[in-house]
């Protein structure tokens, strides 16, 4: 099957139930996702599929075949996309683990919804987890990216 990671395509002939998450770290390289729950209940794996946000650990890769997976490596190689920009102003990692996922989760929203509401910030990020308590910095971010995209009218 060909999968298009991050704009390249790659052909696999491995499992095909194989989770998209291993599939993309341990296959590709791509280490930026995490695994953490493992059952799609935390968010710190979650990349885009076909632009919309999916628990990678618990998703096949099978299931990305003919979609478009984007990474957090891919999101922006250069790390400017207004959510990764808005992460750093606000300082809001702290142990860092579930930001990739987080700021997926972000770019998914801001990518359908570029003026978010607080209450559709908080909806939008209620299923990712930060074991760290970052989540009035994360809303902020969120905010402050969500400003910056809709001036730029994307």
Known sequence: MIVTVNGKEHQYDGDPAMPLLWYVRDVLGLTGSKFGCGSGLCGACTMHLDGKSVRSCVLPVQAAEGLTVVTIEGLDPDGDHPAQKAWREHNVPQCGYCQAGQIMQAASLL????TPTD???TEHMSGN???CGCYQRIEAAV???AIEQASKGA
């Not at 990518?111 to 570029?114: Q, S």
Request: with cysteine.
């Open 111 to 114: 990518a359908e919804n570029n």
């Open 119 to 121: 209450k559709q910030i």
């Open 129 to 131: 987890l930060c074991r």
């Open 143 to 145: 905010k402050s990216a």
